[in-house]
């Protein structure tokens, strides 16, 4: 491989990450379990809950404590149990992707 190659191939790469690693981590993280990126499953669809906070600053800071805690009533009658075994890091990048879902 030539350099060109193989600088263009690391960009690629690069530019594909983001994305491919939030989807993994919510996947890991358990959170496709209950949700689908645009499907409702047990909680709604996360391309629901960017349109829902689409206007609000304070999104990021309250769905934070939200998925930390677990609550209910935002979307209906079925609680969010508190995903304990999560990380703080890892709530918040997967809130702010899940605020990036169209
Ligand atoms: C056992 C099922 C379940 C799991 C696992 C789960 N959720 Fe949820 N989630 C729900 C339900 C049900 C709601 C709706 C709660 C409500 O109506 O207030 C919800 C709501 C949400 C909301 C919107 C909250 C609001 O107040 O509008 C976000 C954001 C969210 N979940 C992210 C996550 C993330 C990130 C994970 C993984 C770390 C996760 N969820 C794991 C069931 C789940």
New binding site residues.
């Given amino acids: 491989m030539n350099r060109t190659a193989i600088v263009s191939t690391l960009a690629f790469a690069v530019a594909a990450l983001p994305a491919l690693a939030s989807e993994e981590l919510?996947r890991k993280?358990?959170?496709l379990?209950?949700?689908g990126i645009a499907t409702k499953i047990?909680?709604?669809s996360?391309k629901e809950?960017a349109a829902?906070?689409k206007s609000d600053k304070d999104a990021a800071a309250?769905?934070f404590k939200?998925?930390k805690e677990g609550?209910?009533?935002?979307?209906?009658q079925?609680?969010?149990?508190p995903?304990a075994t999560?990380t703080d890091d890892d709530?918040k990048a997967?809130?702010k992707w899940?605020l990036s879902q169209k």
Avoid at 71 to 76: E, F, L, P, Q, R
Avoid at 78 to 81: A, E, G, K, Q
């Fill in positions: 919510a993280s358990g959170c379990a209950c949700h047990v909680g709604p996360y809950v829902k906070y309250k769905l939200k998925v609550g209910v009533g935002a979307w209906g079925v609680p969010m149990p995903n999560v709530i997967l809130v899940v």
